[in-house]
């Protein structure tokens, strides 16, 4: 099978089929992580890895398991040139790993070179790609139309001011930016930087925090400030979904000590994360919002990573042991019936407690396609058998890239796209499903779905 050609991913004729009715559907994107600044000020990408690597942890990851040295990564003295070149001396040597597919997939598709990543070639893709990045119709906007993106949630702190969100919209960008409230930063009262950030909460709200009820009033302001400029969604990263019923009282006394500069007990944080979990939630509620918990990330395990670079550099790993049922029942009961929820897990030993969960709670409550390291071709496969085995697959969600580079919005899709007719099809040809239904459902996942449970 030719690589990357018409039958990637798909091992079965009706599948081949229920791909091509599908492939070119407008893309929603629920859930990424764009510069919107960047989207804004609409500037061609300077070269290959400016576009392919400079931002994403997974191209890393994968190229320190091969040796590539740090000064060749995120380091400052080296070029970008030096560093695609790094990047090309192994990147065949990652063959297996869905990154290789992304970024051969992004070249082919969007800059229309077929040149395998290598050693050899990394200088001639070097030349090629800075030449095809160049080009007009290669602004980040004109790319996103290109890609047919029709509505993309970005992910923001309740501070930000959202500036480049509204002038997008007044500039009648041809894609739709939406902003997605994400308050971990107010949650994570157990953090070294908790206070530093309430300060700059304050700051934004113009007030000085006496009570854990004015901490709401402000979030409470800022999430009317983000549906004032089109938000649909709040989204909460959380290792694990505490969302206990939790008295007023006892989470003002702990805001209050924590407030103060005093030293939390753990019990203490999860209740505050609990309390402020459910108050979000409420508002949430009350807008008609979806509210995402992304579960399971377990943070800058490797200490030296952390140490000499910081957060989100590849560090984070996923733990097979979250309890998930016991800290997150509380809340599915209090907003059974009356909030839209979707639940994402990256490890996928969780697939089935999420599943089974979406499935005893009715409608409202549904699984997000598989997140992060369970985003690829094998997860999303296992993901789909599962929940067709044990939930209704028309309630899933539908894809977000997660992503945090503009050409892989369309390949992430792709990917999902053909993963999604592959599993469909072998439906139908096992005589599981009639076509006419696994047409209805491929389109309904691809497209349908999220954009009538984001309400875009």
Not at 192 to 218: M, N
Request: glycine fraction near 6%.
């Amino acid at each position: 099978m030719e690589f990357l050609g018409p039958n990637y991913l798909i091992g079965n004729q009706t599948g081949l089929a229920l791909f091509a009715s599908i492939k070119d559907l407008p893309i929603i994107d629920a859930h990424n992580h764009a510069d919107v600044k960047a989207i804004w000020e609409n500037g061609n990408f300077s070269d290959i890895w400016q576009a392919e690597a400079a931002t994403d942890h997974y191209v890393w990851e994968c190229l320190r398991k091969r040796g590539v040295t740090e000064e060749f990564l995120t380091g400052k003295d080296r070029t970008n040139e030096e560093k695609w070149l790094a990047l090309a001396e192994v990147f065949d040597e990652l063959v297996g790993n869905p990154t290789y597919e992304w970024v051969h997939l992004d070249l082919k598709r969007l800059l229309g070179i077929d040149e395998l990543i290598c050693a050899e070639n990394g200088k001639l893709i070097w030349d090629k790609a800075k030449a095809a990045l160049a080009r007009p119709e290669m602004r980040q906007q004109q790319m996103l139309q290109a890609m047919n993106v029709e509505v993309m949630c970005s992910t923001d702190d309740p501070v930000d001011s959202l500036e480049y969100h509204r002038k997008l919209a007044e500039a009648k960008c041809p894609v739709r930016v939406l902003p997605t409230f994400r308050p971990d930063k107010a949650m994570n009262i157990f953090k070294p930087d908790w206070r530093e950030y309430i300060g700059k909460l304050e700051a934004c709200v113009g007030t000085t925090f006496e009570s854990v009820l004015d901490l709401v009033a402000a979030l409470q302001q800022r999430h009317d400030y983000f549906a004032e400029n089109g938000c649909v969604a709040s989204d909460h990263g959380v290792e694990v979904p505490f969302a206990f019923d939790v008295e007023e009282e006892d989470a003002d006394e702990i805001f209050r000590k924590a407030y103060a500069g005093h030293e939390l007990e753990d019990d203490e944080a999860v209740l505050f994360m609990s309390y402020l979990l459910n108050e979000v939630a409420e508002m949430d509620a009350d807008k008609g919002w979806v509210f995402q918990l992304h579960i399971g990330a377990v943070r800058d395990v490797r200490d030296s990573l952390f140490d000499e670079i910081g957060p989100d550099t590849g560090g984070d790993i996923s733990d097979h042991m979250t309890d998930i049922v016991t800290p997150l029942r509380d809340l599915l009961n209090r907003f059974d019936d009356r909030l839209d929820i979707v639940l994402y897990n990256l490890n996928p030993v969780h697939t089935g407690t999420l599943a089974q969960l979406t499935r005893a709670f009715g409608a409202r409550v549904n699984l997000g396609l598989a997140w992060w390291l369970n985003d690829s071709p094998i997860g999303m496969k296992r993901q789909l058998e599962y929940v067709g085995s044990v939930d209704v697959l028309m309630n899933m969600a539908g894809m977000v890239s997660d992503s945090r580079k503009v050409p892989s919005y369309a390949s992430r899709h792709e990917m999902f796209r053909r993963v999604l007719a592959d599993v469909v099809g072998e439906m139908v040809e096992r005589g599981q499903m009639p076509l006419p239904l696994a047409e209805r459902l491929v389109r309904t996942l691809a497209y349908e779905r999220p954009k009538q449970l984001f309400k875009l």
